[in-house]
């Protein structure tokens, strides 16, 4: 094969391909600007299918605007015309009415100038008969007008106070009878003991040897036995007896059944002692709950909550006086149900009061608070009616009576506890104990007079201006009060107050 035709058989191919591809592209070029031009064309034609479709719809919410435009135009159009129709309707009311005024007007200036006529006339007859007596009597009719009054008035005040003299004797003694058969029918009807036990302080022994025993070796059985009980066991020359000393009735009441159950057994030592002592401390909390119990249960007082009945029982060892609290309490309070029934008062109030009145005694307290306030306390805490918290409150004069039920709690308290043998504390005990106080204050430097007052519970000192100033009063109270504190045994609280004020007096001669 020629030279020539070697090179130019790939110089052709190379041609001819170059041409293809060319072709290719140029086909390819026209092939994309046709579908460049139909996308175009396809756009513009969906653009103005949105355009008509937003302009549709823009003309129907025109529409319906203004048709609801309309329809909210003929509304206001025909509720004014309601309106108007309504006012034409007042108008012609009111202008009825007014015609109606105007002829009732017309009739009252009628009737007043007849009216007017007659006082006229009447005012000039009163004259002539007011100068004919003026004439007859002689006196004027301002002096015969102040007489004729003073003498009514006279008359009317002396008649009104025999009528209120009369009514206010009939009503004392009518009220002073009937309080009497209240009361004497309370009192029969109630039936206690005159006297109530008291809780022995004194333990028997088999005998003398005993002691010993109790003691244990280098006082180790006593000190154990004094250190979980809490008591002060005193072991002296008495034969045969051992004496128990504790302000806790409770405590010394669990010593003494201790102290009788180690005696019975024989073993007395630390260990015997303590698991007698947790013994003997289950059985008196039983004993508290039960007693407790058993006094609500014969009185019908119900829905009492398990504090308040272990307060209660707590009483069953607390003594005021000789006479055991929660016998007293159950006493008044079958003596307040009686009055409260009598009176028409609330009977189960009036019970549940009495009951309570003293159940501050029963409360665990640390504090110095009366048991009047510890009571208000618990009270409050179980939620008691108010007027069970005012009789708590006011059973001793302390607070203001708020209802009739605590008034009756109060006397049904002092009928236990004033009826004869019901406490130990003598006429003579208790008026020594009054002097004792106020003779205290007396010895104090620029006192003037001390009043023994509220049964001893309250110490009220009068002290001179010129020598006790307004310090020195508040000193003196505290002074006083110390002094009580250790000279004198008494039961709860003694109030003492320092009154301390000026009077001027001047005489306009």
């Not at 004259?127 to 004729?148: D, F, H």
């Not at 005193?234 to 669990?254: H, M």
């Not at 708020?402 to 019901?422: F, H, K, M, N, Y």
């Not at 519970?457 to 002094?483: F, G, H, M, Y």
Request: glycine share 6%; proline share 2%.
């Amino acid at each position: 094969m020629p030279y020539w035709l070697l090179v130019l058989l790939p110089l052709t191919g190379f041609v001819l391909g170059w041409i293809v591809r060319w072709l290719y592209a140029r086909f390819q070029l026209s092939s994309l600007e046709q579908k460049a031009e139909r996308i175009k064309q396809d756009a513009v034609k969906e653009a103005e299918a949105k355009k008509k479709e937003l302009i549709l719809e823009t003309r129907d919410q025109l529409l319906r605007e203004r048709t609801q435009q309309e329809r909210e135009i003929r509304e206001r159009r025909n509720e004014l015309q309601r309106f108007e129709r309504r006012l034409l309707q007042r108008e012609e009311t009111l202008e009825r009415k007014l015609a109606q005024v105007d002829k009732q007007a017309q009739t009252l200036l009628a009737r007043e100038r007849t009216l007017a006529e007659k006082e006229e006339y009447l005012g000039q007859q009163e004259e002539r008969w007011i100068k004919e007596l003026e004439r007859v009597s002689g006196l004027s009719a301002e002096e015969a007008k102040r007489l004729i009054i003073s003498t009514l008035e006279n008359e009317a005040r002396h008649d009104a106070q025999v009528i209120l003299n009369k009514i206010e004797q009939e009503m004392n003694l009518a009220a002073e009878k009937k309080a009497r058969e209240i009361l004497i029918a309370t009192m029969q009807r109630i039936a206690t003991d005159v006297t109530s036990e008291v809780t022995v302080t004194t333990v028997s022994l088999p005998n003398d040897e005993m002691k010993g025993r109790i003691i244990g070796r280098e006082g180790r059985n006593i000190r154990t036995l004094e250190t979980l009980t809490g008591v002060d066991i005193i072991i002296d020359d008495t034969p045969e007896a051992v004496v128990i000393s504790c302000f806790d009735p409770i405590r010394k009441e669990i010593a003494r059944r201790t102290l009788e159950k180690l005696i019975s057994d024989g073993r007395i030592h630390p260990a015997r002692i303590e698991e007698m002592v947790q013994k003997t401390t289950k059985e008196i909390t039983q004993i508290i709950y039960e007693e407790g119990e058993k006094v609500l249960f014969e009185l019908g007082i119900h829905n009492f909550p398990p504090e308040g009945i272990r307060a209660l029982g707590r009483l069953h060892f607390r003594t005021s006086y000789g006479q055991n609290v929660l016998a007293h309490s159950k006493e008044v309070a079958i003596l307040a149900g009686m009055l409260a029934g009598e009176l028409g008062a609330d009977r189960d109030i009036a019970k549940r009061g009495a009951l309570l009145h003293d159940i501050g005694k029963g409360v665990e307290s640390e504090g110095d608070s009366t048991h009047v306030e510890l009571g208000i306390e618990l009270a409050k805490k179980l939620g008691e009616d108010q007027r069970v918290i005012n009789a708590i409150a006011a059973h001793h004069g302390d607070s203001e009576f708020t209802c009739l039920e605590a008034v009756i709690v109060q006397i049904a308290d002092s009928i236990s506890a004033a009826r004869p043998g019901a406490r130990r504390e003598t006429l003579d005990t208790y008026i020594k104990r009054l002097e004792n106080l106020e003779k205290i204050a007396n010895d104090f430097e620029g006192v003037e007079k001390a009043y023994a007052i509220q049964a001893g519970r309250e110490l009220r000192i009068l002290v001179n201006t010129d020598r006790v100033s307004e310090e020195q009063a508040k000193e003196t109270a505290k002074q006083i009060a110390k002094k009580i504190e250790t000279d004198l045994r008494y039961p709860g609280r003694i109030k003492v107050t320092v009154i301390r004020e000026t009077r001027v007096v001047e005489y306009a001669r």
